[in-house]
């Protein structure tokens, strides 16, 4: 039996293990962040899910019939890298609540670390497969592509701007990425690192209809902006950044 002044002892070298594993495991929440857990580098191959179609339920993913990849996956959410044997998959999607089929599609993996990104299309589901970098920069830069998910809005001019220019003179300024159409994606781009205004304005004008403000590019970073609507309102643009280096890194922003 231990006597009350070696049980204190234990008990108190208890809660400081108990805090220091809990300090590790949860960053929390900032903002409108959806960090959660530590940050990670990737797997150097496989492939990650992201759901970001507007309005549906949650999903479970399945490959090949019967073998279930991830279950529940909510609108928002990504998943860690899922490990292959082949390139060619047989993925079939299905209501999580309901278990029906909401979508089945034959995909190719064409590099050696992928996300596949569920989105709503004009009439139904669709999917879009990026291929993603497996080292970092090694020139100090920010990398940056963008992907439009957003179908009810048409060609759009995204501005990457330093903070104290905000979106008040677009006219002064040249869009980073170009008439970016849906359904569309575009290659990096390389960028100072830094905090930055980002202002999507439809292609061609200076009245931008999004304007996010302070959204910080650490270097020998890659992010992918996509850009999508907001859950229940689908004129409301919104852009959902996720890290194509790490784990757990993404976050929705809108204005």
């Known amino acids: 039996m231990f006597t009350k002044r070696e049980m204190r002892w234990l008990i108190s070298l208890f809660m400081l293990f108990l805090c220091s594993c809990l ?66 998959l047989s993925l079939s999607v299905r209501n999580s609540d309901t278990k029906s089929f909401v979508y089945e599609t034959n995909s190719f993996l064409a590099g050696e670390r992928n996300t596949f990104v569920f989105y709503r299309g004009f009439f139904a589901t669709e999917n879009m497969i990026l291929t993603d970098p497996v080292f970092e920069p090694i020139s100090g830069q920010a990398n940056i592509r963008v992907a439009h998910l957003a179908y009810f809005f048409g060609r759009l001019d995204i501005f990457l701007n330093s903070e104290d220019s905000n979106c008040s003179r677009l006219e002064e300024s040249i869009p980073s990425f170009s008439s970016v159409f849906f359904r569309g994606r575009t290659f990096y781009q390389s960028v100072e690192p830094g905090t930055y205004d980002i202002c999507v304005a439809p292609e061609g004008e200076t009245n931008p209809f999004l304007f996010i403000d302070d959204m910080t590019f650490n270097s020998n970073s890659s992010s992918t902006l996509f850009l999508v609507s907001e859950r229940n309102d689908l004129r409301r643009l919104g852009i959902y950044r996720l890290s194509d280096l790490r784990t757990n890194s993404s976050e929705f922003r809108f204005q």
């Open 23 to 88: 300090d590790q495991s949860y960053t929390g929440q900032e903002g409108d962040k959806e960090n959660r857990g530590v940050f990670e580098e990737r797997s150097k191959e496989g492939l990650r899910f992201v759901h970001l179609e507007v309005g549906a339920p949650p999903y479970d993913i399945y490959e090949r019939g019967d073998e279930r990849l991830v279950s529940r996956l909510n609108f928002g959410e990504n998943t860690t890298d899922i490990s292959f044997d082949r390139a060619n």
